[in-house]
């Protein structure tokens, strides 16, 4: 099988092709920054961090655009009750949201546009809509109308026109020409941020910057189409409208990520329900709880719980701990072996992690066999199998990134140290000195390392 995704604009699984081969070009909606991302938020970036590293794996080139949203209603909003100009909120809360895709592992984006770097872009795409026929001017703001575009209005949210209620603010419905259409521009307000336009200062709608940012980087077509599941209505459906109207082809596949929630609610910085990358990363470390975000299929909601957030936490130190020990045995890994089938068959059905750590966990069972046995040859081979599958999913704990963050870090230095000890008890006991050589084993336990003795010699573990 090859790699096949749901499509939610035509509700299929269906196989992907890119439209230029070798080539995959991806855009995700990235953060509105007026406040620090929530665990939600980072659910998104993590999932299609994997699909990124997916088709890196099959040797595709893949450019990966995220868009910052650095202004609208909300972050003026904040900005006014601190008293502070709207770029000092976005700015410091798009660093957090940095930081925070940083700590996760997710690779940087090709490019990361900033929504008011692209005003020129956005009038263009405005002066193509009106010369076509489907945006209008009314009041200083700019309207897309929808009647012009009746026909394939709503596919994507498999909705008809007819059955859709009024679009965003009900004040500036005498403006329109139908309650449905949607502001592509808003008109000067007093004490705002603006831009100049042919009809007039304001500053733009959200679903044209998108549209905007989206073909400036990855062309009039473009593979993939990224966000979560409340993206879909109205901001997807607005986007494909306004670049389908202009004549672009725009994504052809819609991906689309289930919502992290708590309580049943969606979490959201605006309904003040955030979970914090910081505080999350006091209860588990920052691997931990991107094992957390990633082990559910990408499509499914998932209800947060402390439970199982330790649970996960627990399952990514199973694969570790293999990790860890079979690399004290095997000190070059292969990283061209290939990959379990049954791994590749579950990213390749609309990735589904949750069935390809279940092929993880396997391996790492059997690994852990062949160390008992202390079949070297078989461990190298579960190992390597094991750091590929994890480095795809981004989760290898002997990669770059979480060899030098968090405890791990540590680890190499902590090995010497223990190591010292270790040849200590031992010359003890070779003198028969038993009482010295316990005192070392209690002291190292006071320190909360739990030394084991293996046919292979001592090793060593933090106790948790
Ligand atoms: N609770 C969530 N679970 C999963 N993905 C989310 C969640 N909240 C937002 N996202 C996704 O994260 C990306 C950035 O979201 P954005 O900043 O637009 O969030 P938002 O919906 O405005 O935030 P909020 O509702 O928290 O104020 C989008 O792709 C969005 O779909
Ligand atoms: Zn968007």
Known sequence: MSLHLYDTSTRTVREFVPVEPGRVSMYLCGATVQAPPHIGHIRSGVNFDVLRRWLLRQGYDVIFCRNVTDLDDKIIRVAASEGVPWFVVSERNQRAFTWAYDQLGCLPPTVEPRAMGHVPEMVELMRRLMDKGHAYASGGDVYFDVVSYADRYGKLSNQKLENMRAAGDTDTDSLKHDPRDFALWKGAKPGEPTWPTPWGRGRPGWHLECSAMATKYLGGTFDIHGGGVDLIFPHHENEIAQSQAAGDGFARYWLHNGMLKLGGEKMSKSLGNSLLIPDMLRKVRAVELRYYLVA?????????????????????????????????????????????????????????????????????????????????????????????????????????????????????????????????????????????????????????????????????????
């Open 296 to 464: 559910a299929h990408y499509r499914s909601a998932i209800d947060y719980s402390d439970e199982a957030l330790q649970e996960a936490a627990a399952g990514y130190r199973r694969i570790e701990g293999f990790v860890t020990r079979a690399a004290e045995v095997i000190h070059d890994v292969d990283a061209a072996a290939p990959l379990p089938q049954a791994f590749v068959d579950a990213l390749d059905d609309d990735l589904n992690v949750s069935q390809a750590l279940a092929v993880v966990h396997e391996v790492v069972r059997e690994g852990n066999v062949a160390l008992a046995q202390g079949n070297k040859e078989q461990v190298a081979r579960l190992l390597a199998e094991t750091q590929n599958m994890l480095d795809v999913i981004g989760l290898d704990p002997r990669s770059e990134q979480w060899r030098t963050t968090g405890d791990s870090g540590l680890r190499e230095v902590v090995d010497a140290l223990v190591a010292v000890a270790l040849e200590q008890r031992q010359a003890a006991r070779a003198r028969k000195d038993y009482a010295a050589a316990d005192a070392i084993r209690d002291q190292l336990a006071a320190a909360g390392i739990v030394v084991e003795d293996t046919p292979q010699g001592p090793r060593w573990e933090l106790a948790r």
